[in-house]
């Protein structure tokens, strides 16, 4: 199967992204990948449910919803009433995480779990059951447009051959952060089945291009 490719809006306009949104679509995406913030959990702070509601109606493709918010399962219904298909939370950021995983399947959105690149991924015999992507940040999170971290490369394979052990091969396994040509074919050797990108994309020549530039 061939890589997803799932842009971040975090690099679009955001005195346009109902645009944005749409010209994403038009442009090859698979999924449009959307960035909150809460300016606590990571110094950053974007946009909440009514922005992903707002938007929603611009794309028919998968919204794949990357909170980087303190105690997220405080806010799951409001993602998944805004339009959310897929929603994945912080291992760092909810106490009882298998809980807050249930929970989001439970509302009715397909389920993520995401590491910083300092957090071990050794839980993931313990929830593997509950989800259905794992998210492999490659950068620390709040920021587009940092550098990728290449000890992260270790951390994708890790997880690949985990979730092997276990029979969940098909879990997804996205990349955040620092994602272009060249670390998308390094993290895509190493077992990485979705690509997030913002400034790539946003900063080739044109969508079309940003986005097809990364199924190597
Ligand atoms: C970082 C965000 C990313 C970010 C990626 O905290 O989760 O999705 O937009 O941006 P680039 O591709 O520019 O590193
Ligand atoms: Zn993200």
Not at 26 to 53: E, K, R, Y
Not at 59 to 86: N, T
Request: some cysteine; overall charge negative.
């Amino acid at each position: 199967m061939s890589v997803l490719i799932a842009p971040s809006i975090l690099s679009g306009d955001f005195a346009n992204l109902g645009q944005t949104v749409e010209d994403l679509q038009a442009s090859g995406a698979d999924w449009i990948h959307v960035d909150v913030m809460d300016g606590c959990f990571v110094p950053n702070l974007t946009i909440g449910p009514q922005v992903v509601a707002a938007l929603r109606p611009y794309a028919k493709i998968p919204f794949d919803v990357h909170l980087m918010i303190a105690q997220p399962e405080r806010s799951i219904d409001h993602y998944v009433r805004a339009g959310a298909d897929r929603i994945t939370v912080h291992a760092e950021a909810t106490v009882h995480l298998q809980r807050t995983l249930t929970a989001i399947r439970e509302a009715g959105a397909k389920v993520g779990v995401a590491f910083n690149p300092s957090t071990s991924v050794e839980i993931l015999p313990y929830i593997a059951d509950v989800i259905d992507l794992v998210l492999v940040m490659t950068v620390n999170p709040g920021f587009g447009g940092q550098s990728f971290i290449p000890a992260t490369l270790h951390k994708i394979k890790s997880v690949h051959e985990k979730l092997r052990e276990l029979g969940r091969e098909s879990v997804e396994i996205e990349v955040d952060g620092g994602v272009n040509e060249q670390t998308a074919r390094l993290c895509t050797e190493a077992g990485a089945t979705v690509l997030v990108a913002g400034s790539h994309v946003f900063s080739a020549p044109s969508l079309a291009h940003g986005i097809t530039s990364l199924r190597v």
